[in-house]
């Protein structure tokens, strides 16, 4: 918290976005002879690009911001943290003092963490329990799998109603795979269902077990990749060490039979940073590849003397495909990942859903989404170069919404877009406690689709940027963001062309304009 305090009385909160932007685009001094082709495999071409994007994930998110802010809290303090000597120099640049001796010998133990841990995964993966490729239908290759889902993403089938989570949107857009067999995802202990006709399945990881033959290649490949590790590690050629448990994914993928790789792998927007080294042999093999966003709200805010740089991490993506929302999307895309990206605008992707059903309410309801500020201690690791997203911008955008709903005499269908406990901030906690006892609120439960709650409303108010403006709008439904702030730029490009209303009056008039069309 000092930190913080210090970065924002000196006028540079944005000094941890600016380092993590640079990190972002600082390109390793790798070529690509620094790489084994043994240990890499396709990768090898890419391999900068790779470990650049592995090194931010693993070191580059919030524990590094939290030792920006530890270094910052007075002007005697430096960072200690494990990192490679090329970021150490780059934060130095940037105005960080370091400790260059404390952070090399972190960043050795971390990297000689990452080679046991490299070894750990190769040799789960020799030891993983084969299924019969037969059995688990994968033989035809006539299938795609979705990384990293959880419940809420599966199909919910009740009463015939439509589910609006990503597979079945996937299922019922027109530039899917065509002929699959079944979609593939990684929840556990879910039921196989079917729908239209498509088995959805459970399946432990995107990648099959070997067997048999396949497993005496892999152990040969695995002596040899941990020699080449080994050895560079001990010339202080780090980067085959540190990406050693992702190369057990790649060689996995290589030796695999290619009709038990998927059609297409599709991962989402949570992860935008790193492309899985695997990815690179399976795209070689015949795979799709995708990154698809299920949300829009990427961008930071325009702001008087022009729009801020692209936010971390987005300029280093390499992925093979990206599925957006619509041309704006598209458009910072290409500013993010450069003008050739491969880019199919998809219109609204679907995300989450639920088997909760909206009630029927007996007077016209309007749909309301905020985003939930978090408490101040979380909020500063968060490196954000703004203040938007806290109280004094959260707590009366859900009060002028009430005040003016009350007046127009309809109902507030509030829905919070997850629960996050008492991570929140106590003083939205608190107002939260307060309106949920007005007789014109309604609270809905955060797992219940936004589409679910949008098809029950007439008119839609979301906090900037929140993707459920647009949704609204493809559904025909009057959408606007609210700003009581006024500090956002009507002609922000990340509004996608929905209006921002600012202040009362504005938010009072759209409304009142609204119900009269009604």
Not at 50 to 60: F, M, P, S, T
Not at 351 to 372: H, L, R
Not at 452 to 480: D, H, N, Q, Y
Request: proline letters at 5%; charged letters at 20%; glycine letters at 8%.
């Amino acid at each position: 918290m000092r930190g913080y305090r210090r970065l924002k009385q000196s006028g540079r909160l944005d000094k941890i976005a600016v380092v993590k932007q640079a990190l972002t685009v600082h390109a390793l001094d790798l070529s690509r002879r620094s790489f084994s082709s043994m240990v890499m495999g396709c990768g090898a071409a890419s391999g900068e690009i790779i470990v650049r994007q592995y090194l931010l994930v693993r070191l580059g998110g919030i524990n590094l911001n939290r030792a920006l802010l530890l270094a910052s809290a007075d002007e005697f303090g430096s960072v200690v943290f494990p990192l490679p000597r090329e970021w150490r120099d780059l934060l130095e640049r940037h105005g960080f003092k370091v400790a260059h001796s404390r952070s090399a010998l972190l960043w050795q133990l971390y990297v000689a963490a990452l080679l046991c841990y490299g070894m750990l995964k190769i040799g789960m993966t020799v030891f993983a329990r084969a299924i019969p490729r037969k059995c688990a239908g994968a033989e035809s290759r006539r299938y795609v799998y979705f990384t990293d889902l959880g419940p809420g993403n599966l199909p919910k089938i009740r009463d015939g109603l439509q589910s609006h989570d990503v597979i079945s949107w996937y299922l019922q857009w027109t530039g899917r795979v065509q002929s699959i067999e079944s979609v593939r995802h990684n929840v556990a202990d879910s039921s196989p269902i079917s729908v239209g006709g498509v088995q959805v399945l459970s399946q432990s990881g995107p990648l099959h077990p070997i067997a048999g033959w396949e497993r005496g290649r892999y152990v040969f490949w695995a002596l040899g990749a941990f020699a080449i590790s080994v050895i560079d590690c001990l010339r202080g050629r780090w980067w085959h060490a540190f990406i050693l448990s992702q190369s057990a994914l790649s060689a996995q993928a290589r030796i695999l039979p290619a009709d038990a790789l998927a059609r297409e792998y599709l991962f989402h927007n949570s992860g935008w940073i790193y492309r899985p080294l695997w990815t690179y042999d399976a795209e070689q093999r015949g795979a799709t590849v995708s990154l698809y966003f299920y949300s829009t709200n990427c961008e930071g805010f325009k702001k008087s003397d022009g729009y801020p740089p692209v936010s971390y991490g987005y300029c280093c993506m390499s992925w093979p495909r990206y599925l957006v929302w619509d041309e704006y999307q598209a458009d910072f895309v290409r500013r993010a990942a450069g003008s050739e990206a491969n880019i199919n605008v998809a219109g609204i992707i679907w995300f989450q859903s639920s088997a909760v059903e909206m009630p029927v309410f007996d007077k016209p309801g309007v749909g309301v989404f905020d985003v939930t500020p978090h408490r101040a201690s979380r909020y500063c690791t968060l490196g954000l170069d703004s203040e938007f997203y806290t109280p004094a911008i959260a707590n009366p955008f859900l009060e002028h919404i009430s005040d003016a709903i009350n007046r127009h005499g309809l109902l507030m269908l509030w829905k919070r877009k997850r629960n996050i406990g008492r991570v929140a901030h106590p003083h939205y906690r608190y107002l939260a406690d307060q309106l949920a006892e007005h007789s014109h609120m309604v609270l809905v439960e955060p797992d219940i689709s936004a589409i679910r709650v949008i098809e029950s409303c007439v008119a839609v108010v979301s906090m900037p940027f929140t993707s459920t403006a647009l949704i609204a709008r493809e559904m025909g439904k009057p959408s606007a963001y609210y700003d009581p702030s006024g500090s956002l730029q009507r002609d922000d490009r990340a509004a996608h062309g929905i209006p921002i209303l600012s202040g009362t009056a504005e938010l009072d008039a759209w409304l009142s304009a609204q119900i009269s069309v009604q």
